[in-house]
């Protein structure tokens, strides 16, 4: 596999300055970019065969999201939002200077999409929203944000391994071979040599403060987002996500940009995107 290029870019919050890292594959003088984000505690080796495979037609480009991976952290948690993030990509896009981008994006990523491509006189060409909508389950929003905050460690990575693959069981199989590259992206050894998770815990900061009103403002705002867009979209929703229902994911292929919507058996939250058949889903969209 060919090994990608690690840079830097420094971003801004109302906090101050912070380091945003990103991968890139392909020639770099590819005017075509696809940019590659990640869900809310993974990283960007988890597009690591799907830039593989794309790095020939795009320079693929794959942020590690502020507060996760290589990427500083914010000095203000609250600040952990999808309208930082959003922030963060216009300050990505200037410095990759493409002039077609294309983006996919898993669960997080996608709602930074979606963000983006609302904008008027954004870039983006194409979208790929990896089993993510305007309307989330309460109930695994409340799952994903229990799960962010614990702060588990681990005396040897296999038994690492064991936890990550046990509790992204919804991803679908996988070998063991692919569970510890899905679990050595996201581990680091501390100071002590236990193995801890790669990213900043107060990212669950600002699910604590959640209330009904705010979830349903959140949510009309999505939407409003989502009917916004205006470039060919793909929806792929695991077929057994408790994060986005099939109700929410019908409903986004009659409004906004009335997208083409793809089911995968035997998947939850979220597809991985590491295997050729879902691999080949995503080229045929954003290649045809």
């Not at 990509?89 to 997080?108: C, I, K, N, P, Q």
């Not at 409003?224 to 929703?237: F, H, K, M, Q, S």
Request: charged share 20%.
């Amino acid at each position: 596999m060919t090994a990608p290029r690690l840079k830097q870019v420094q971003c801004l919050s109302p906090g101050g300055l912070h380091q945003l890292a990103y991968k890139e594959w392909g020639d770099p003088a590819n005017p075509r970019a696809l940019i590659c984000v990640h869900g809310l505690t993974r990283v960007s080796g988890d597009f690591d065969n799907l830039a593989q495979a794309l790095s020939k037609s795009y320079r693929v480009i794959a942020p590690d999201v502020v507060g996760r991976g290589r990427s500083g952290w914010l000095r203000d948690p609250q600040h952990y939002h999808v309208g930082q993030y959003v922030s963060d990509m216009v300050t990505l896009l200037g410095r990759v200077d493409a002039e077609v981008v294309h983006w996919f994006g898993t669960s997080m990523g996608g709602l930074i999409g979606m963000g983006l491509a609302s904008i008027p006189d954004n870039p983006i060409k194409k979208l790929v929203l990896n089993d993510v909508g305007p309307t989330l389950n309460p109930t695994a929003l409340m799952r994903i944000g229990a799960y962010v905050s614990q702060a588990v460690r681990f005396a040897t990575f296999d038994e690492g391994v064991k936890y990550i693959s046990e509790v992204s069981a919804s991803f679908g199989p996988h070998s063991e071979a692919e569970w510890r590259k899905l679990a050595g992206d996201v581990l680091k050894q501390d100071v002590d040599g236990q193995w801890i998770r790669h990213y900043d815990l107060r990212l669950a900061d600002p699910f604590k403060t959640l209330t009904v009103d705010s979830a349903k403002q959140g949510e009309a705002a999505l939407w409003a987002a989502y009917d916004a867009i205006r470039c060919p979209t793909l929806v792929v929703r695991g077929a057994e996500s408790d994060l986005l229902t099939r109700e929410t994911a019908q409903a986004m292929t009659q409004r906004g940009p009335k997208a083409k919507l793809i089911e995968l058996a035997g998947v939850g939250h979220a597809p991985t995107f590491t295997h050729a058949d879902q691999i080949a889903i995503a080229q045929q969209f954003l290649l045809d």
